[in-house]
């Protein structure tokens, strides 16, 4: 496994946030997490990227213990994070930004070569490469924080709510490019609140409710399930 988050605890001062979540992501795989809003799906990102510090548990990447590692250390092993809310530099041109995503990294042509498929998947970025971040749309912010992921080069790449805020058809492109991205060879994980769209494109799923794992299968099951349908689908 490539993932392996075994019984974490996490709190915010007096409340605790996570209740022993367990999950794995496989090698090649696309594993969404779904849930309602508070349900723990942005902590356990958080959890797992290092931006907060678990309490109990254990998390492992690529067969080592990276709980204690710090976050800018797990970047460098191969785990980059498109946060909720996208956290662009608006100041900083299109360019700039996507640079930052390769702050760990050395070799020129190899970042060279990323900036290019960044431009690639996003050609809308290569339109707008020396714009300020904060002169684009919602949807264009939004490629460019998946873009700047993927410049540190990840083995995972955890995506937070990529399709909030943005219009139907937006919705629809990004998560054509998530599944673009996995195929050519990135391991994706994705907490995202439109079920409809996570669940259809993921090999495998979890449903958090309040900090605890309720249901887990592959994405299909997950879709067809009476539960989930009634609970995320907006279908009984």
Partial sequence: MLLEVDNVTLAYGRIQALHGISLTVGQGEVVALIGANGAGKSTTMRAISGLRPVAQGSIKFDGEDITKLR?????????????????????MTVRDNLEMGAYTRRNRSEIDEDMQRAFT????????????GGTLSGGEQQMLAVGRALMSR?????????????????????????VEINQQGTTVLLVEQNAQQALSRA?????????????????AELLNDPAVKDAYLGVA
């Fill in 121 to 132: 998947l996003f050609p809308r970025l290569k339109e707008r490469e020396k714009q300020p």
């Fill in 71 to 91: 976050a800018d250390l797990r970047v460098v092993r191969g785990v980059s994070q498109s946060p909720e809310g996208r956290g662009i530099f608006p100041g």
């Fill in 203 to 219: 090999h495998r799923a979890y449903v958090l409710e309040t900090g605890r794992i309720v249901k887990e299968g592959t994405g």
């Fill in 154 to 178: 990840p083995k995972l790449l955890l995506l937070d709510e990529p399709s909030m805020g943005l219009a139907p058809m937006l919705i629809q492109q990004i998560f054509d490019i998530i």
